[in-house]
Structure formats: structure tokens, C-alpha cells
């Protein structure tokens, strides 16, 4: 079946560490997305990509890095400049990023939290 | 910058009644609207896409329809059954200074009671 994967489910993050977390689709999907989660805050968008080997900033990248070698997978890195980043995260992808603006489908996400 | 807007915040209906969710955004210049339901600690289910040419869609006991120039959307269940209990996420497609992204609502929580 195809989807999204992420991974870890869970992660657990030490101050001043960078983690990373995995996003995998086998969709053929051009666009990928990386939303984050708060409590009573909806989803903002991180970071997106349209094409292998090119990405742009979202609404609250600052402290957060992405990559885009291949079309199946967009990793998010969680750098220590990020100061609040326990939150639950979420990839996404779509058929494509332009304004054709096919449906969107999200993996089941990865929660990260500073301990 | 576009702003969506979900009311109610929560609701808790017995099963079996109907019942409707709103979405509201500021900016009609969107490409389509597509409602999520989130379950706790999950990801996202797609339900409905609608197209900006597009009134209404339906999938089963679910209808969403779509006034583009009122920047209204709403979601109607019909028969709510304890199973529909979810957060539902209303997202506009469109193209900000961030690119073409979905633009999220905070969500409603629905509860349907036995």
C-alpha cells in the first residue's frame, strides 16, 4: 500500500542535541511538507519542498534544517537553536506543490520531546 | 495573511444527530479545501477535497460544501455514531509568501456520546 512513513513514533531529545527525524513516502509524490503541532495551536508549516533537490523556509523555520536528495524522503533536523521544539510532528506530501493543489496525504507523525 | 477560522472549538452531540462544523477564511483567493479528522496522537485522515470550482463533495454519511466568495465551508455527519469522535481540521490550499502550502484551522473536537 502506499503512504507515508515516519519515524521515529516517539523521540526523546537531550538539551543542546540535534535530532532527526524521518519521512518516507512512496506515493511518487513531487511536494513534501513538515507541519508542526502545538496544543490549541493548529498546524504551522516548517519547511517544503516541490522538487528533489530544492526546498523553501515555512511560517517558523528558524531553527530547523531539511534536505531533499531523494523524491521518496524529506528528513526535518531539529538543531539546538530550536529552543521549544517538544512538539508532535507531522509530514505530508502531495501530487504536486503548484496550484493544481491536489489532496494532501500526512504520515502519522513523530513526537518529540526535550528532556 | 489568510486566517482560518473553525467553530466550535468542541462539541459533544448524542449519537444519531446531525450535525455541522464550520470554516471560515479571509482570503477566497484559495485553490481548494480539503477537511481532516485527527484522532488522539495521530496523524491526519483526508475526508473531503474540494476544488475552488467545486460546490460540495460527499463521501458516505459525510457532505462539505464550499462558497468561495463568503469564505465559508462546512462539514455536515450525518447520523454521528461514537466512532466520528475526532478532532476535525478544516486547510485551504494556497499560495502565500511561504508558497503554495495547506493553511490550517485549530480544529474541532467533536465527542458523540452513546
Known amino acids: 500500500d502506499g503512504g507515508i512513513t515516519q519515524s521515529p513514533k516517539y523521540l526523546f531529545r537531550k538539551e543542546g542535541q540535534n535530532v532527526t527525524l524521518s519521512c518516507e513516502q512512496n506515493?511518487?509524490?513531487?511536494?513534501m511538507y513538515w507541519y508542526r503541532q502545538d496544543p490549541g495551536q493548529g498546524l504551522r508549516l516548517i519547511y517544503y519542498s516541490q522538487i528533489v533537490n530544492d526546498f523553501q523556509k515555512g511560517d517558523i523555520a528558524e531553527g530547523y534544517s531539511v534536505s531533499r536528495e531523494k523524491k521518496e524522503s524529506f528528513p526535518l533536523t531539529v538543531t539546538s537553536a530550536q529552543k521549544n521544539p517538544t512538539a508532535f510532528y507531522l509530514c505530508a506530501s502531495s501530487a504536486t506543490g503548484t496550484s493544481t493543489g491536489g489532496g494532501y496525504t500526512f504520515g502519522s507523525g513523530t513526537r518529540l520531546t526535550v528532556v | 495573511k489568510q486566517e482560518v477560522t473553525q467553530i466550535p472549538a468542541a462539541l459533544s452531540v448524542p449519537e444519531g444527530e446531525n450535525l455541522v462544523l464550520n470554516c471560515s477564511f479571509t482570503?477566497?483567493?484559495?485553490?481548494?479545501l480539503q477537511w481532516f479528522r485527527q484522532d488522539p496522537g495521530k496523524g491526519l485522515t483526508s475526508l473531503l477535497l474540494?476544488?475552488?470550482?467545486?460546490r460540495e463533495q460527499t463521501s458516505g454519511r459525510l457532505n462539505a460544501s464550499l462558497d468561495k466568495s463568503s469564505g465559508r465551508s462546512t462539514l455536515y455527519i450525518a447520523a454521528s455514531q461514537p466512532g466520528d469522535s475526532a478532532t476535525y481540521l478544516c486547510a485551504v490550499f494556497i499560495n502565500s509568501n511561504s508558497g503554495y502550502a495547506l493553511n490550517f484551522g485549530k480544529g474541532t473536537s467533536l465527542l458523540v456520546t452513546p
Open positions: 474540494i476544488q475552488s470550482s467545486q
Open positions: 506515493l511518487n509524490h513531487d511536494a
Open positions: 482570503d477566497s483567493a484559495i485553490y481548494n
